[in-house]
């Protein structure tokens, strides 16, 4: 009987220790990918930064899909596909460029191996810091606004709040090289108005400010704390409860990335803004780590595929535009979609949808001609670029 007991007991091991082995497996995969980039005004530094960032892609595109095709989930008889798509999103943890060279005046190639891993990117902080600088290294900007046992909001923008200064400290407990713009230390200075309609949900206004700061991203909204009584085993204890509330924009398309809100509770309050300035705190750590993964899977999305990129071009005539759309469509690598929502004062706006960055976009439009007129790139961020025509 006692053999008997141990074999089961071997049985059940082994098949634990298969059973991790096969998750490990499918979570993660090991592969190899080509990336090209142009060399631009013989920058072969830059090129050989846009050659492993379209490899990176091409390893996680890979990646991705030979997992999805050798899972086979089945309940009941049914392939489980929402499951298999669900799980259809991968990132790199790390990559090392295995080959490099130049193949002739205007592309460079690396070949990079790289570790794909299918699982809760935020809890990942290696990939966090891959993807970060993936991204380029996106600024943010923390804009809240506080209401601390007081009926009225307070009105001093020239310090950070209990919240702002709680939400970069989760974010930096993640990724320490996380880049947030101190509006503090800044030139720019920080108008009542467009800050309080900011606070106050609007995203344009949250868009507007963030980019005068130069922000790629703004996470803005409201904390509150109030203090109740309560009675615990016959004794009165006061306690404090904070609820606060923040959206992530994304300040080039003023597009909402996510939002949330945190809660916050403290107790014994001895000292009611004290009390209320710890509730405020903690509400603010869990809007931050609600909002993390809103953040990185908007991150993951944009380095795996098409990047949204609004360009804004000043000193256009209308007979320009045409010429304009022909350049953006046929001569700069990358794009896939053009499209152009405004045209008022000599000033156009375009929205493209790019397989590369802010950044190497403009490189690539840099100096080119429209007519005799050329193309200057002013200002870049994130997700757009500022251009003006000059003859």
Known sequence: MKLFYHVVALCLCSLFILLNSA????????????????????????????????ALRQCVEQATG????????????????????????GFVESYEVVESQKLDAETFQVKIAAQVRLEDLANNLKAIGVLREQMGNPRIMVLMRERNMAPDWKQDFGSLSIAESAIMNVFFQRDDEFQFIDRTQSKANLE???????MEGNTEAAAALGLMFGADYVITGDSMASTNEITVYGNKMVTAQATVVGRLVRTSTAQVIGTDSGKGKFAPVVERVTGGATAIEKGAKDLATKLIPSILEHWRKEVTGNRKIQILVKNVRFGDLKQLQTLLETKIPGIQNVQRNEYRSKVALYQVESRNGADQLAESLDGHLIGKKEVIVEAVTGGRLEVTLEK
């Open 23 to 54: 998750t490990a497996s499918q979570e993660d995969a090991k592969v190899q990918a080509e990336g090209y980039g142009q060399i631009i005004e013989n920058n072969v530094s830059d090129a050989r930064s846009r050659a492993i960032q379209d």
């Open 66 to 89: 030979t997992m999805v095709q050798s899972e086979t989930l089945v309940e009941n008889g049914d392939l489980l596909q929402d499951k298999i798509f669900s799980r259809a999103a």
């Open 192 to 198: 009542r108005d467009k800050a309080q309609a900011a």
